[in-house]
């Protein structure tokens, strides 16, 4: 209910009527002694104490989800959930085979259930540390020692103008280091590779993003210069949305990793996928490239 912002909301999400839900939480908050939420012509929201009960309730959550995983290891049967999170995006990388060792997993352990995000790093790190994600894909750039990383793909970035960029028509050679210093350049927002190479070329960022895919519309504008994986630019450049730009002389390769935290070690559900990840990428002939 309160993901949904309201009792209204929550309906068919929760698939019973106002009247049940409001009910049931009447009880709820009688059984805790506490307001959970003010409900009204004013709107809804969570209480101060009803905001500290939803927290606790999703540590509480996590938990069994944890104890449920803990178990099933001691069984034959693989079952339970299994939490991973990106930050790029691999889908368009040819190199990368994500996909392809989800496929094998499923196949070896169909009753785990998948959570798949789409996450900055630095939140990859910090929640695979805590235990709340079991897997992460994220660039090797500053190894954090409280992670272990497999190398999985890489990745190549060039920097790009969009169609209406006044460099987007100007040769390669009659541009200068001071021409890309003087233009409007956009960057991500947080340490990356992409932050450290935009500073060794001397650019500043006058906008800054959180993922790729924002990044991909201010270069489009025409305002702004970005580097890109070139897997994910390979579209808009045939469309004649944007071009390389100093392509032989300005780009740089990205290695990932599959990370998990170092201790207590992996369980035996993210073990597995570990294995299926490495199968994917050492033998992908075995279920081609997905």
């Known amino acids: 209910m309160a993901q949904c912002g309201g009792i209204s909301a929550a309906e068919p999400e929760l698939n019973i009527g106002r009247s049940t839900i409001s009910k049931y939480l009447s009880d709820l908050e009688f059984r805790l002694g506490v307001r959970l939420c003010s409900r009204g012509p004013a709107g809804f929201h969570l209480t101060d104490e009803g905001a500290e009960v939803l927290n606790a309730t999703e540590s509480l959550l996590d938990s069994l989800r944890d104890f449920a995983t803990h178990v099933n290891q001691v069984r034959s049967t693989l079952a339970g959930t299994l939490r991973i999170a990106c930050f790029d995006q691999c889908i368009t990388n040819n190199d990368a085979r994500l996909s392809s060792t989800i496929s094998l997993f499923s196949d ?91 500073q060794q070329v001397g650019l500043r960022p006058k906008a800054v993003v959180q993922n790729e895919v924002m990044l991909a519309v201010l270069i489009i504008s025409g305002h702004y210069i970005g580097f890109m994986p070139d897997h994910m630019a390979a579209p808009l450049e045939r469309k004649g949305m944007m071009r390389r730009v100093w392509a032989d002389e300005i780009s740089y390769t990205t290695q990932y990793g599959a990370a998990t935290r170092r201790a207590p070690e992996p369980n035996r559900i993210t073990r597995v996928f570990l294995d299926c990840l490495k199968t994917a990428y050492d033998q992908p002939s075995l279920i081609g490239a997905i």
């Open 108 to 198: 070896r352990a169909p009753d785990v259930d998948l959570e798949l995000s789409l996450l900055q790093p630095n939140e990859i790190e910090a929640r695979l540390i805590d235990g709340t994600l079991d897997i992460g894909i994220v660039a090797m750039h500053k190894p954090s020692p409280n992670l272990d990383y497999t190398p999985v793909h890489t990745e190549t970035m060039y920097l790009y103008c969009g169609s209406s960029h006044p460099f987007f028509r100007r040769a390669d050679d009659d541009l200068g280091r001071d021409d890309l210093r003087k233009t409007s350049y956009a960057g991500i927002s947080f340490n990356s590779p992409n932050l450290t190479h935009s």
